[in-house]
Protein backbone atom coordinates (compact mmCIF):
# COMPACT_ATOMS: atom_id res chain seq x y z
CA UNK A 1 0.00 0.00 0.00
CA UNK A 2 1.52 3.05 -0.73
CA UNK A 3 0.14 6.65 0.09
CA UNK A 4 0.46 10.36 -1.73
CA UNK A 5 -0.16 13.09 0.88
CA UNK A 6 -0.31 16.76 -1.00
CA UNK A 7 0.45 20.19 0.73
CA UNK A 8 1.23 23.90 -0.07
CA UNK A 9 -2.27 24.65 -1.53
CA UNK A 10 -4.64 27.39 -1.03
CA UNK A 11 -5.86 30.93 -2.02
CA UNK A 12 -3.17 33.00 -4.15
CA UNK A 13 -3.65 36.89 -6.44
CA UNK A 14 -3.09 36.46 -10.22
CA UNK A 15 0.52 36.93 -10.56
CA UNK A 16 1.57 34.99 -7.67
CA UNK A 17 3.52 31.78 -7.04
CA UNK A 18 2.42 28.72 -4.84
CA UNK A 19 4.64 25.25 -4.40
CA UNK A 20 2.79 22.24 -3.74
CA UNK A 21 4.82 19.15 -2.32
CA UNK A 22 3.92 15.46 -2.00
CA UNK A 23 5.11 13.15 0.30
CA UNK A 24 4.84 9.08 -1.15
CA UNK A 25 5.15 6.90 2.35
CA UNK A 26 4.45 3.26 1.97
CA UNK A 27 5.83 0.07 0.87
CA UNK A 28 7.15 -0.21 -2.99
CA UNK A 29 10.86 -1.53 -4.31
CA UNK A 30 10.99 2.18 -6.58
CA UNK A 31 9.57 5.16 -7.66
CA UNK A 32 9.19 5.58 -11.52
CA UNK A 33 6.96 8.58 -12.91
CA UNK A 34 5.84 11.31 -10.62
CA UNK A 35 3.32 13.97 -11.71
CA UNK A 36 0.84 16.42 -10.78
CA UNK A 37 -2.84 16.60 -12.35
CA UNK A 38 -5.22 19.27 -12.00
CA UNK A 39 -8.84 18.96 -12.35
CA UNK A 40 -11.17 22.19 -12.15
CA UNK A 41 -15.29 21.83 -11.53
CA UNK A 42 -16.90 20.26 -14.11
CA UNK A 43 -14.30 19.35 -15.89
CA UNK A 44 -11.88 16.07 -16.17
CA UNK A 45 -8.78 15.39 -14.53
CA UNK A 46 -5.55 16.88 -16.68
CA UNK A 47 -2.33 16.23 -16.91
CA UNK A 48 -0.27 19.18 -15.34
CA UNK A 49 3.47 18.08 -14.71
CA UNK A 50 5.29 14.99 -14.73
CA UNK A 51 9.20 13.51 -14.13
CA UNK A 52 10.65 10.18 -14.64
CA UNK A 53 13.17 8.78 -12.05
CA UNK A 54 15.62 9.58 -14.35
CA UNK A 55 14.59 13.54 -14.12
CA UNK A 56 13.13 13.96 -17.76
CA UNK A 57 10.11 15.92 -17.28
CA UNK A 58 6.74 16.87 -18.95
CA UNK A 59 4.44 19.81 -19.00
CA UNK A 60 1.19 20.85 -20.23
CA UNK A 61 1.54 23.49 -22.49
CA UNK A 62 -0.92 25.73 -20.41
CA UNK A 63 1.53 25.62 -17.84
CA UNK A 64 4.89 25.46 -19.54
CA UNK A 65 7.52 28.26 -18.66
CA UNK A 66 5.53 29.21 -15.41
CA UNK A 67 5.46 25.56 -13.19
CA UNK A 68 8.34 23.64 -12.64
CA UNK A 69 8.19 19.86 -11.55
CA UNK A 70 11.04 18.12 -8.83
CA UNK A 71 11.90 15.29 -7.25
CA UNK A 72 13.92 13.94 -3.95
CA UNK A 73 14.32 10.43 -3.96
CA UNK A 74 15.94 10.13 -0.61
CA UNK A 75 12.80 12.06 0.55
CA UNK A 76 10.19 10.17 -1.61
CA UNK A 77 8.69 13.65 -2.21
CA UNK A 78 8.06 15.03 -5.72
CA UNK A 79 7.52 19.12 -5.74
CA UNK A 80 5.36 21.53 -8.58
CA UNK A 81 6.23 25.10 -8.34
CA UNK A 82 3.66 27.27 -9.92
CA UNK A 83 4.95 31.07 -10.76
CA UNK A 84 2.69 34.05 -12.35
CA UNK A 85 -0.41 32.01 -11.39
CA UNK A 86 -3.36 32.54 -13.58
CA UNK A 87 -7.09 32.59 -12.83
CA UNK A 88 -7.39 29.04 -14.92
CA UNK A 89 -4.91 27.17 -12.77
CA UNK A 90 -7.81 27.40 -10.12
CA UNK A 91 -8.47 23.13 -9.57
CA UNK A 92 -8.14 20.67 -7.30
CA UNK A 93 -4.02 19.37 -7.45
CA UNK A 94 -3.47 15.82 -7.49
CA UNK A 95 0.06 13.95 -6.45
CA UNK A 96 0.29 11.20 -8.88
CA UNK A 97 3.36 7.95 -8.75
CA UNK A 98 3.43 4.96 -10.84
CA UNK A 99 5.55 2.90 -8.92
CA UNK A 100 6.94 -1.28 -8.32
CA UNK A 101 6.28 -3.78 -5.51
CA UNK A 102 6.25 -7.38 -6.22
CA UNK A 103 7.83 -7.48 -10.13
CA UNK A 104 4.23 -5.44 -10.68
CA UNK A 105 3.98 -1.58 -11.58
CA UNK A 106 0.98 -0.32 -9.75
CA UNK A 107 -0.36 3.67 -9.50
CA UNK A 108 -1.34 5.80 -6.27
CA UNK A 109 -3.13 9.10 -6.51
CA UNK A 110 -3.56 11.71 -3.38
CA UNK A 111 -6.15 13.06 -1.55
CA UNK A 112 -5.82 16.13 -3.53
CA UNK A 113 -5.06 19.82 -2.49
CA UNK A 114 -7.06 23.06 -3.84
CA UNK A 115 -5.46 25.84 -5.42
CA UNK A 116 -7.18 28.92 -5.65
CA UNK A 117 -5.98 31.90 -7.95
CA UNK A 118 -8.35 35.37 -8.01
CA UNK A 119 -8.47 37.95 -10.14
Known amino acids: QVQLVESGGGLVQAGGSLRLSCVVS????????LGWYRQAPGKQRDLVAT???????HYADSVKGRFTISRDDAENTVDLQMNSLKPEDTAVYYC?????????????WGQGTQVTVSS
Open 96 to 108: SAEYVYGFITQHS
Open 26 to 33: GTFWSLNS
Open 51 to 57: ITSGGLT
